[in-house]
């Protein structure tokens, strides 16, 4: 998938449109830290060698194409500040990363909205490949649990999905440059609207995943915080990405409650109807936390919205 959105570049705070790969191939080019552009990689560099932000166009570009041409040479050429912020030049993205942390280890809550600081770190996480990895670690650590599981084979050993940001994602409309991966407040007529379109991707570890769940014995359930309303548009999209058969598909009903309510409410009807949950996958805590949350949790990265 390369998404593309309108984005402030991180090179020049314009706004630009910009795709997951040409996100990677700006950040793995040059960046501007303390207004200075610093080239990588190699060894440690001192700024002064840089090329100072308030240099002339014309200046800057020939600098460019200087630095350019004589890549190879470790005395001209210098290293992108670590997003780390070492060498004691604090790095914006730095906060950026302890809120993301903050988040999803629950640390951090009823949040409404990505802070706007965040919304290009965010953007970079959600569209590079480090969201890809961090989803598919999961999946991978879910599947190494689940090969250990002894299942009776009556049909009544369960794994628990959620379906947004779990098993569909919602990244197409996030990145619009109207939501701006979070960062603006969330608007449930058009996020509805978008939901009826049902052309949100498979999120591809959790998709292997439901498949090898499937291969090992293992019933889905689907448990969305989404409103019964879009249960077509829902049912519609979960098949055409290759989720195509499940043992329960529930959806919310009005005057369900919080999530945490509402979910902890339909985990133990299903207990209660026999099922054993042997696994429950979720991108929100509100997802695993509760009762009968099932015999082991897996949380999957979400840094664009909470649901409590
Ligand atoms: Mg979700």
């Known amino acids: 998938m390369d998404q593309i959105s309108q984005k402030r570049s991180s090179v020049d705070g314009r706004r630009v449109l910009v795709s997951k790969r040409g996100i990677s191939k700006t950040l793995s080019l040059y960046k501007i830290t303390n207004n200075v552009i610093c080239f990588h990689p190699t060894t440690q560099s001192t700024?002064?060698?840089?090329?100072?932000?308030?240099?002339?166009?014309?200046?800057?570009?020939?600098?460019?194409?200087?630095?350019?041409?004589?890549?190879?040479?470790?005395?001209?050429?210098?290293?992108?500040?670590?997003?780390?912020?070492?060498?004691?030049?604090k790095h914006s993205d730095l906060n950026c990363l302890s809120w993301r942390l903050a988040v999803e280890t629950n640390n951090l809550r009823k949040w409404t909205q990505v802070p706007q600081e965040c919304e290009d770190y965010v953007g970079h996480y959600m569209l590079g490949k480090q969201y890809r990895q961090d989803c598919d670690l999961v999946a991978a650590a879910a599947y190494e649990y689940a090969k250990g599981l002894n299942l009776t084979g009556d049909g009544k050993d369960v794994w628990v999905f959620d379906i947004d940001e779990t098993t569909l994602s919602n990244l197409p409309y996030y990145a619009r440059d109207t939501v701006a991966f979070g960062a603006?407040?969330?608007?449930?007529?058009?996020?509805?609207?978008?939901?009826?379109?049902?052309?949100?991707?498979?999120?591809?570890?959790?998709?292997?995943?439901?498949?090898k769940l499937i291969k090992l014995g293992l019933k889905i359930v689907f448990l969305t915080g989404s409103e019964d309303t879009y249960r077509e548009a829902r049912v519609k999209n979960l098949k055409a990405v290759g989720?195509?058969?499940?043992?329960?598909?529930?959806?919310?009903?009005?005057?369900?409650?919080?999530?945490?309510?509402?979910?902890?409410?339909?985990?133990?009807?299903?207990?209660?109807?026999?099922?054993?949950?042997?696994?429950?996958?979720?991108?929100?805590?509100?997802?695993?936390l509760g009762n009968n949350v099932g015999e082991r949790t897996f949380k999957l990265p979400d840094p664009m919205y909470y649901i409590g």
């Open 47 to 89: 700024t002064s060698e840089c090329i100072p932000q308030h240099t002339s166009w014309l200046s800057r570009l020939f600098l460019l194409l200087t630095a350019t041409t004589t890549v190879a040479s470790p005395n001209i050429i210098h290293l992108l500040k670590p997003h780390s912020g070492s060498g004691g030049h």
């Open 184 to 211: 603006i407040p969330f608007n449930a007529t058009m996020f509805n609207a978008w939901v009826e379109e049902a052309t949100a991707p498979a999120i591809p570890g959790s998709l292997k995943l439901y498949k």
């Open 243 to 288: 989720y195509t058969t499940w043992e329960k598909l529930i959806l919310k009903g009005a005057g369900e409650g919080s999530g945490v309510v509402y979910k902890s409410k339909k985990r133990k009807e299903l207990e209660e109807a026999g099922y054993r949950i042997r696994g429950n996958m979720g991108d929100q805590w509100s997802d695993l």
